[in-house]
């Protein structure tokens, strides 16, 4: 039966994902802030040299300053620096998920016909096949903004934009000397974000502001170690697994699967051997009990993740219930991982950049999911969307608007006063 290998990052390839980031977000916004001084984004007015594409440019930029501005709009340093973040976090971040698509081979310049960055570098000779990309780099990240139009807005005018030669050519460098290995492993994405949030988060906890919706989305990024998620998810859908399929192997290794002796006859899966659960003292329970409240079917089940940030326990748990499904109701592989995505899979977050990245994520794990012969499932247009959504209030909502999320018979609980 086809399992996706769960390949994390070791430790050295972390640290190293994470220097590069942080020094990304320096150069980026170093970037993004230079590009739209040359086109006097900050100014009141604008200068006589600019040409009319160029005005009309600044016009776009100045009007998506004031929609994504946290207070009522003016032209200064503070409220612009939105703008800034914007225009640098969209830019690396479409290079970077393009290289994440293209060495899992799912770059695709038309449905069925991946390319390589190699071959990005030669169609961005030929004006024809440029898409109007002045290097490979760029190229390649045109054709995942093409892939990813939930991600990279294909109307946000900060794609407009073009970053100096010195600055886009850092970049390229800082991307290409990270190695394969990151774009392979199956929590890397779920790190990019929390790295590239790292010196914001530790700029607002010195600084002892009152946290609010600038302040939010970095002090609150945490990413779950990769063996805490595998513990909780080993110990919920393993032990599920245990006591309703007694007699069948469990399809993927369930390695930090806790038991207790148990009073035959017991219920049982097995972990990486064919043996049944058992030591010294006999047959093995799951130590976590028997979920009775469960449904008996995962069709049946609904996992909610109602702080899933980049995704990760989104996509471990997707990478567990494909094969259970596929030994349980004898799926195949891409009708398994349909019907996760459909029925079984379901987060919210708060961060619209964390909703971003946890659908590619899980995207990404369901396109390189292997069929039944090895091969990955690849790029469809009829998979079913993550079932992922940006949720919640801003931080600053009243009392009344909060209360008007909550059941009128729940208004008055015990709860809710305390």
Known sequence: ????????????????????????????????????????????????????????????????????????????????????????????????????????????????????????????????????????????GKLAARMLPQVFKPHNPVYELTFAPEHQRALEKLLAGLPIDVFTASDSLGWVYQFWQAKRKDEVNASEVKIGADELPAVTQLFTEPYMVDFLLHNSLGAWWATRHPSQPCPVPMTYLRTVPATPPARHCEERSDAAIHDSNGLQAPAAGNFEGWPNSLKDFKLLDPCCGSGHFLVAAFLLLVPMRMASEGLSAMDAVDAVLQDNLHGLELDARCVEIAVFALALAAWRFPDENGNPLGVRADMPAPNIACCGLKVAASAEEWEALVPDSLLNSELLRQ
Request: charged letters at 25%; glycine letters at 2%; proline letters at 5%.
């Open 1 to 140: 039966m086809p399992t996706a290998d769960a390949v994390t990052l070791p430790k050295p390839l972390r640290t190293q994902l994470e220097n590069t980031v942080k020094c990304a977000r320096d150069v980026a916004e170093s970037a993004a802030r230079a590009a739209l001084v040359q086109l006097a984004v900050l100014d009141a007015k604008a200068p006589d040299y600019l040409s009319e594409p160029q005005r009309v440019l600044r016009r776009k930029l100045r009007a998506h300053a004031r929609s994504i501005s946290a207070s009522s709009y003016q032209i200064n340093s503070v409220e612009t620096r939105h703008l800034v973040w914007e225009v640098a976090y969209e830019h690396w971040h479409r290079m970077l998920f393009a290289r994440f698509l293209a060495e899992n081979h799912l770059l695709l310049w038309e449905p069925g016909a991946p390319v390589t960055l190699a071959e990005c570098d030669e169609l961005v000779q030929d004006a024809t096949t440029s898409l109007g990309a002045k290097s490979g780099w760029e190229l390649a």
